[in-house]
């Protein structure tokens, strides 16, 4: 099936993959086992990514973070809005911050690549869709707040709007 026939729709993000039903990065079955990432120095093995010391036979290769993050291609979108996410900005900035330290420590492809503040809105682009969709879940369970979470095809990108 081919994307670029269908109309856009608000809300669907054809811009950022175009004509693509699945994740390009999801080719997990291409990877070598094991593998090293020659950027992050993660190791993929037994289908995982992981921070560990690489077998002595690891494939060079790049990891799906780093690749995303060179291609500037995020999974994830997390938008940030709202009177009271304004004023209490930096506590709302430090729960995402920690929020990804702990998910990257356990899960190597899930990284914040980008966050884009203007005074009232905070734009936060994640390699990883349950990293983006986390971060929301972690906003409302903290400060409650409105949260609408958007997939796109094949549920490889995210959209998640939060608003206090
Ligand atoms: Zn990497």
């Known amino acids: 099936m081919n994307d670029r026939t269908r109309p856009f729709k608000p809300g669907e993000h054809f811009d950022v993959y175009p004509g ?3 994740d390009p990065y999801a080719a997990r079955g291409k990877l070598p086992e094991p593998a090293v990432c020659k950027n992050c120095g993660a ?5 995982h990514w992981r921070w560990q010391a690489p077998p002595k036979e690891a494939e060079q290769v790049l990891c799906t973070a ?4 060179a291609d500037g291609l995020p999974a994830g979108y997390v938008h940030i809005d709202g009177e009271f996410a304004t004023a209490h900005h930096d506590e709302v900035m430090q729960i995402v911050r920690g929020h990804e330290a702990r998910a990257k420590a356990e899960h190597p492809m899930q990284r914040i690549m980008s966050v884009d503040e203007d005074g009232t809105t905070t734009v936060i682009t994640t390699t990883d869709v349950h990293l983006a969709r986390d971060i929301g879940t972690t906003l409302k369970a903290d400060f409650q707040g409105k949260l609408e979470l958007k997939y796109g095809p094949g549920e490889s990108l995210v959209r998640v709007h939060w608003r206090r």
């Open 20 to 22: 693509l039903e699945q």
């Open 43 to 47: 190791v993929h093995q037994g289908g």
């Open 66 to 69: 780093c690749r995303r993050i």
